[in-house]
């Protein structure tokens, strides 16, 4: 299962070796404090997907691991059937992605690490603006 860790100046998504073939990403993912935009939990995994696949392999009710591809960008998708993922909106053109979605052991307790870590990060004036149309999760019953 991936890994999503607070390294530094970094957000650092770490990868089984299964992962890493699947997403031909031999390294972890290192995403500059500048890049992240925003950290939610999604309590339904299928919903954090956006696009179609561009490689990767899913099998449905199972896992989806790979890179999507839609009309802002490309997203890097690690996720496991049955359960919240992270999802980390990246500010366009900071990134080489325009979100994570991430199935983590804790998900709310990386959420909580990556808020933190966001607030703490000296970051230029300016470059955290607030972005328009903020999204909030809502649970469903």
């Known amino acids: 299962?991936?890994?999503?860790?607070?390294?530094?100046?970094?957000?650092?998504?770490r990868l089984s070796g299964p992962e890493r073939l699947l997403v031909r990403r031999p390294r972890a993912v290192r995403i500059p404090w500048v890049a992240v935009r925003d950290a939610v939990v999604?309590?339904?995994?299928?919903?954090?997907?956006?696009?179609?696949?561009?490689?990767?392999?899913?099998l449905p009710d199972r896992f989806c691991v790979g890179e999507w591809r839609h009309h802002e960008g490309r997203d890097l998708v690690?996720?496991?059937e049955h359960g919240p993922v992270v999802v980390v909106d990246l500010w366009p053109g900071r990134a080489?992605?325009?979100?994570?979605?991430?199935s983590v052991p804790d998900p709310e307790g990386v959420?909580?690490?990556?808020r933190q870590a966001m607030r703490t990060a000296s970051v230029p004036d300016g470059a955290r603006s607030a972005p328009t149309?903020?999204?909030?999760?809502?649970?469903?019953g």
């Open 111 to 114: 959420v909580r690490a990556v």
């Open 96 to 102: 080489r992605y325009a979100r994570l979605v991430v």
């Open 42 to 58: 999604e309590p339904d995994w299928w919903r954090a997907l956006r696009g179609l696949p561009r490689f990767g392999r899913w």
């Open 78 to 80: 690690a996720v496991r």
């Open 1 to 13: 299962m991936a890994r999503l860790v607070v390294e530094g100046r970094d957000l650092v998504l």
């Open 133 to 140: 149309g903020s999204r909030e999760r809502s649970h469903r």
